[in-house]
């Protein structure tokens, strides 16, 4: 069974950390303390990530329980636990500051990610999204902190269970060095039993009657489960080492490998996950060799934004200045907040994080690894290493490997005792590391441990510096706000070069929102202005980062932002507006042409369609053609008359204009004007001069030329702000009269296209979506590619969930008499649309997702979940825009929301007409019953709704 709600919605993330990083995380990060909970294990006390768990859990509950019991704390709100307080031992350059706060590149294929993204950002968007989905009994996820997954596939509903685990199909080859969750192959989706690291052999032989999926570190628990969780980490009144995976896992399914009564009784499931892919930052290879991998996804280079000219793939250098040659030799080079100065020469295999500005003169061998730590006020501890090292074994042992050879011949060939070395059981805790007073003497010490044994200098500062630490001391004791200071400081440099270099940089395709926000803060020069050659795209990015840096430093911003939608529109009317008219009268003289046309209600995708979004990445909207009362609700009326005038009439706005001039058809752009539509349309269809193929000196000579005069009547028995797509849809009507009448030879497609022309030229804006819904009738997906020709492909969707008797009834539309014009909406959003917002443009790629979804539960004819994903739109339009959900809007839906099984705002929200989807037919007589008694003003009021199954219609008289 399938849960469809939750009853919480906040999620706090709890971290177990590095102790010293516990310290400062909130103040490095610029997290939340409200929503980010940290911690790290005892000192000195191992407790597994079972054991660890239950600290986390515990250690949050002391701080934040607010007098609640530990099961109501437990209730109360979800909680991603995330374990990332490892010593990284083969990971020594991110060891200080815990490998989840890694620094990882902006994929060269993606849009809208952060300079100064890492590892911790990139994983919990994933989290975020699988617990927005769990059953109303889960409230706990634990995840490991040194991978980044992926899920490219839209996630399966979640089944109710105590642990659900997700997993990866691997191979033998990878899986037999991890978990694996084993199921028998006629239930897929229940665990049998867990396996840790099982042998070739073995996965080979479970094939036969079973599936595996090898353990991604991903599990879900309900508050049951967590409670025997920490019930088997305490020893007496204490914790104990207690495994996850081994100890806690093998208890778990049908047939478990250990025996324990109640772990044996919790219900297990296991899901492979959608489109899955695993990458490992727990290495020094495997920083390089996973942000290749992530790198190279994508090799089409229609997908990727920039293209860069760096001498090899495998080579990453960010944070970072450096002033020395890196040829095609350098492969597998990682550098990081560091200066690399002319000095240095580089090899492969090299890894140099945390190097301070220097004059150096350093020669690196193959596999030779810097990392240069800041500690107290202005010290600095020089930490040379090997790009394999494993920082584990005795001093003694010629196995221990240090700098790529045994630490015997390297502290040999340095005169070194290590009878001598403090902690030498162990290179983790060997205090070998000199701390330095200052750069000058870090290089010297840094060459002598690396490949200058014979430098007097650098053995001086080793010997005579007042102490040395280990790598445990290093993370306990580095002052990770100056390590953090020096980073963005090298990254103020990096912005203004990459700004500079856009042509081949990832420059305009990262969050410009967050890059506007560092050039205010970092007191960046604007950048110089681009090359009017520039595409399109890049230079309406420009010119809304320009708008949002003045506007972040209090200066004129308006009309860089004016210059971006001015972009915009012109690329998106060019085409249109070059395929010029020729209007000639092609009815009788006593002939009206009678267009009418449905409205439509998005219930999935919604915002998918606007630009510049869909030229960027495409929109995906699921929308269906409704009429009102029985009756298309837009209506328009174009008649021939004598006189060489063209008369607008409205019957719904009692107004009237005649026009004699072009000047006055020319006067279009006034938001709320009752005749700008009709305008536009009259001069899309060539009846201005720069629209036409003909020239004539006045409009009068224009309609002598044409054939007549014209009287176009217009009927919107909708109101203002209905959210229904009105504008969009009285425009296509519009258009659909007048290519009748005057022989235009459009057809729907392009009654669609130009309607989007239209919108432009009027300055509201606007995706496709809204017409296009009404034009073409029923229910269907209607996708369109990146690109600037914006015409949509249709997949027609059955109408049953709609039409049949069952069904029909639940289907309720009431206007809220709430009103909101959507251009205010839409400028905001477009405007985090232009700048690459992250958040924004995830939201927007999960609505996109979201519309395959009810894609297909229309598809299964699925009712129920049909419901479901409608309110599952509401809250990703909620997330969007927060205006969209007014209180007296939202006061209506808590009287309902038991009866219902979803609803939502049509259009952009904010008022207008809300669309709910009943449970069932009495459900949705007592919805009616509710709203009756509680109107929120005078015209609050019920309107039937019906199915559309024809569209925009034209007919003559």
């Not at 949002?548 to 004016?562: F, K, N, P, S």
Request: charged share 25%; glycine share 8%.
């Amino acid at each position: 069974m399938l849960n469809s709600k939750k009853r919480c919605t906040k999620m706090k993330r709890l971290l177990s950390l590095p102790p010293n990083l516990v310290n400062c995380f909130h103040e490095i990060t610029g997290y939340s303390r409200d929503e980010w909970f940290c911690t790290s294990d005892p000192v000195g006390c191992k407790l597994g990530s079972g054991g660890g768990s239950t600290w986390l859990l515990e250690a949050c509950y002391r701080e934040h329980g607010d007098g609640m019991t530990f099961d109501e704390w437990l209730a109360a709100d979800r909680r991603l636990l995330l374990h990332a307080g490892g010593q990284s031992r083969r990971l020594p350059a991110y060891a200080p500051s815990g490998k989840v706060l890694t620094p990882i590149p902006v994929f060269r294929w993606e849009r809208g990610q952060r300079l100064s993204q890492d590892l911790l950002s990139l994983q919990v968007p994933l989290y975020e999204q699988i617990m927005s989905q769990t059953p109303a009994n889960m409230h706990t996820m634990i995840v490991s902190g040194d991978v980044y997954i992926r899920a490219t596939q839209p996630l399966q509903p979640i089944p109710e269970a105590d642990v659900v685990c997700y997993g990866l199909w691997l191979g033998p080859e990878i899986a037999k060095d991890h978990g694996v969750f084993v199921s028998k192959s006629d239930t897929p989706s229940v665990l049998k039993c867990m396996m840790q690291k099982p042998s070739v052999k073995t996965l080979g032989e479970l094939l036969k009657d079973h599936f595996y999926l090898t353990d991604i570190g991903v599990w879900l628990l309900s508050d049951r489960a967590v409670r025997l969780l920490m019930a088997r980490s305490r020893q007496g009144d204490g914790l104990k080492n207690y495994d996850l995976y081994s100890e806690f896992g093998c208890s778990l399914g049908t047939e478990p490998s250990i025996v324990d009564e109640e772990l044996n009784s919790l219900s297990v499931a296991v899901l492979p996950l959608p489109g899955g892919e695993f990458y490992h930052f727990g290495t020094s290879h495997e920083i390089l060799s996973s942000t290749l991998a992530i790198q190279n996804l994508v090799n089409d280079q229609r997908e990727i934004m920039h293209h860069s000219l760096k001498p090899h793939p495998a080579m990453f250098v960010q944070n970072a200045v450096t002033r020395t040659a890196i040829t095609e030799a350098n492969q597998n080079l990682w550098i990081e907040n560091s200066y690399v100065g002319e000095g240095w020469t580089l090899a492969h295999e090299n890894i140099i994080t945390g190097v301070p500005e220097n004059d150096w003169h350093v020669e690196l061998k193959p596999g030779w690894c810097v990392d240069i730590v800041p500690v107290g006020e202005t010290e600095y501890v020089v930490r040379p290493y090997g790009y394999g090292d494993k920082f584990r074994g005795s001093l003694l042992d010629v196995a221990t490997e240090f700098i790529g050879r045994p630490f015997t011949e390297w502290a040999a060939e340095r005169g070194i005792s290590i009878d001598d070395i403090e902690g030498n059981a162990d290179l983790q805790s060997a205090r070998i590391f000199p701390v330095c007073r200052n750069v000058a003497e870090a290089g010297l010490a840094l060459r002598w441990m690396l490949g200058e044994p014979g430098l007097d200098e650098g053995r001086k500062v080793w010997n005579e510096c007042t102490r040395k630490l280990s790598a445990d001391d290093i993370s306990a004791e580095a002052n990770l706000q100056r390590l953090v200071a020096q980073r963005r400081a090298y990254r103020s440099q990096n912005w203004a070069a990459l700004a500079k270099n856009y042509e081949h940089s990832v420059f305009y395709q990262t969050d410009l929102d967050d890059a506007a926000r560092e050039f205010a803060q970092f007191g960046i020069q604007e950048p110089a202005p681009i090359a009017d050659t520039a595409p399109l795209l890049t230079r309406i990015h420009d010119s809304m980062f320009r708008s949002e840096l003045a506007r972040l430093r209090g200066e004129e911003c308006q009309t860089a932002e004016d210059k971006a939608f001015t972009l915009l529109r012109n690329g998106l009317t060019v085409q249109a507006l070059t395929e010029k008219q020729q209007p000639r009268m092609s009815v009788y003289g006593d002939q009206i042409v009678w267009a009418r046309s449905p409205v439509r209600i998005d219930i999935a995708g919604g915002w998918t369609d606007t630009p510049p979004y869909c030229l960027m990445e495409g929109g995906s909207v699921v929308n269906l053609a409704i009429e009102l009362n029985g009756q298309p609700p837009l209506q328009t009326y174009v008649r021939p008359c004598r006189e060489p005038r063209i008369v607008l009439r409205s019957i719904d706005l009692g107004a009237v204009e005649e026009v004699y001039t072009y000047e006055q058809l020319a006067d279009m752009r006034h938001v709320g004007s009752p005749f700008s539509i009709p305008k536009a349309a009259l001069a899309l269809a060539g009846f201005l001069p720069e629209y036409s193929l003909e020239t004539y000196p006045t409009l009068e000579s224009r309609l002598r030329a044409f054939g007549c005069g014209l009287e176009i009547t217009l009927l919107s028995a909708i109101p203002a702000g209905s959210g229904l797509g009105t504008s969009s849809m009285l425009a296509s009507t519009v258009l659909g009269a007048l290519n009748d009448f005057c022989g235009l030879a459009w057809d729907k497609n392009e009654i669609g296209r130009r309607t989007l022309v239209l919108e432009q030229l009027l300055t509201t804006g606007g995706g496709w979506q809204d017409q296009f819904g009404g034009i073409l009738q029923g229910v269907k997906l209607l996708q369109t590619a990146r690109g600037f020709d914006q015409s949509p492909t249709v997949r027609w969707l059955p109408s049953d969930l709609f039409t049949r008797p069952e069904y029909k009834p639940c289907h309720l539309l009431y206007y809220t008499g709430i009103t909101r014009t959507a251009k205010s909406i839409l400028a905001e959003i477009v405007r985090r649309m232009f700048l690459n917002q992250s958040d924004e443009l995830r939201l927007l790629r999960e609505m996109k997702r979201h519309s395959f979804d009810m894609y297909e539960a229309i598809q299964r004819a699925d009712f129920t979940q049909m419901g479901r994903l409608v309110r599952k739109t509401w809250s990703q339009n909620r997330a969007l825009d927060s205006g969209s959900d007014p209180s007296d809007v939202r006061r209506m839906t808590d009287l309902i929301d038991d009866l219902a099984l979803g609803y939502k705002l049509a259009g952009a929200g904010g008022g207008g007409y809300l669309y709910i989807v009943a449970k069932d037919p009495d459900a949705a007589a007592r919805i009616k019953q509710v709203f009756n008694d509680n109107r929120p003003n005078a015209n609050a009021r019920f309107v039937d709704m019906s199915l559309s199954d024809k569209g925009l219609q034209v007919s003559r008289s």
